[in-house]
């Protein structure tokens, strides 16, 4: 049976980045650049001012002090956006807004704090310059940030709300990045019914499904609900192929022991099992292939599927094992390691059959110190305490057993305000 860090690396080795597409730059959020990204124009286009003030001739503001102004004319006005049609020439200003272009002849703004405007009223004729203003005091240089032709962003980078300001900085509607993928979702089981339909007696909601998705969605793929299949052969069989030219398959439920239990059997007619079975706990039961697929043109090709276990808690811990790197290397992204803390267990956990067990907990930082407490009952089947956690505590195979107040590592799940 492979440990989880071996079941990964098998996955991986599977996994390609996908192709590029042209996407508009809010959509592309959270993607890879496929391409580097060079300026076509100059940022800030042209000098201009990074302070409300008066734009002057440094020259003209030599020995200025609150008792000893320097006394210059003003000439005009001139607001971002705008461009003066005034030259500031000796002995005069012109009063200028932040992010204006710099009027023709000045070299320096004088901030409004620095001159006697307070003392006027209305737009004055003249305007006092209390202190000596250096050669570009208060000024943005053409090109201070970027320059036309320069490279900006490189392929592969990771598309955040700061790239997504500078694309837009460029004038860029839309840039080349590497795809999401399309993950195609297939829950498995005859005691399984949609959200939508009123619960028969012995039937249960297909949670699996929806939490799968959300996490495809969390992770930067497009989610492709494909519905229930029953536990036959043929049922399975045609809601699989309604989804093969997506760019992979997460299946839940059929991967056990069983006599239902026919998704490998399926697996391996139509494609190739990698492996079945990992070494931990919750999520024993998963299995990972390569199936049959085609591409929307018809090409024929392979897909990896993952089948998940039918139990919620397995299914998702899994995901976050093996399906959430997959999805992050077919966009392109080199971390795919969820972030660790150290942290003071306050909980006993046993480790009586030698698996790798990931036990739900809600860690908090209290002291600078992480503690991390169980969210309750462990069973595999409780999806509540998925909801209740925000990291999985980690106990290794060889670790028969985790006393309260031992330290251990922390798979986070996310952050909250609690832990930062």
């Not at 069989?237 to 030219?245: E, I, M, P, V």
């Amino acid at each position: 049976m492979l440990s989880v860090a071996e079941a990964l690396e098998k996955v991986l080795e599977h996994i390609d980045i996908l192709g590029a597409e042209e996407s508009p730059v809010l959509d592309c959020l959270g993607q890879v650049l496929s391409e580097d990204v060079s300026s076509p124009i100059d940022i800030p286009p042209l000098d201009n001012s990074a302070m409300d003030g008066y734009a002057v001739r440094s020259a003209d503001t030599r020995g200025a002090t609150p008792k000893s102004p320097c006394f210059l004319r003003v000439i005009g006005a001139v607001s971002a956006g705008a461009i003066s049609k005034s030259e500031v020439r000796p002995g005069t200003a012109i009063r200028i807004m932040t992010g204006a272009p710099l009027p023709k002849g000045a070299d320096s703004v004088a901030r409004f704090e620095y001159t006697d405007e307070s003392e006027r009223e209305g737009t004055p004729p003249e305007i006092g310059i209390l202190t000596e203003v250096k050669p570009n005091a208060e000024v943005r240089r053409a090109g201070e940030d970027i320059t036309a032709g320069s490279l900006v962003l490189k392929k592969g980078t990771v598309i955040r709300p700061a790239e997504v300001g500078v694309l837009a900085s460029l004038g860029l509607g839309k840039v080349a990045v590497i795809r999401r993928p399309v993950v195609a979702i297939l829950a498995t089981g005859d005691e399984i019914v949609d959200i939508t339909q009123t619960l028969p007696r012995g039937k249960i909601y297909n949670s699996n499904s929806h939490s799968v998705a959300a996490l495809v969605l969390r992770y930067g793929g497009i989610p492709r609900i494909l519905g229930i299949a029953r536990d036959k052969e043929g049922s399975l069989l045609a809601k699989l192929h309604s989804g093969l030219d997506a760019d992979m398959v997460i299946t839940s439920g059929g991967v056990s022991l069983g006599d239902y239990d026919i998704v490998r059997e399926v697996l391996a007619k139509e494609g190739e099992i990698v492996f079945w079975q990992v070494r931990e706990r919750p999520g024993k039961p998963v299995v990972f292939g390569m199936i049959k697929g085609k591409s929307k043109g018809g090409e024929v090709r392979t897909i990896p599927l993952l089948g998940l276990a039918g139990n919620p808690v397995s299914a998702m811990v899994n995901f976050e094992l093996l399906a959430r790197p997959t999805i992050l290397k077919m966009m392109g992204k080199k971390n795919l390691t969820k972030p660790t803390v150290e942290a003071v267990v306050e909980d006993d956990i046993e480790n009586t059959d030698g698996h790798r067990i990931f036990a739900r907990a809600i860690v908090e930082k209290r002291g600078g110190q992480y503690f991390a407490r169980l969210t309750g009952p462990q069973g595999s089947g409780i999806l509540t305490s998925m909801a209740l956690a925000n990291g999985l505590v980690v106990v290794p195979e060889d670790k028969r057993q985790v006393k309260r107040g031992d330290l251990v590592r922390v798979m986070m799940l996310d952050w909250s305000e609690g832990v930062e």
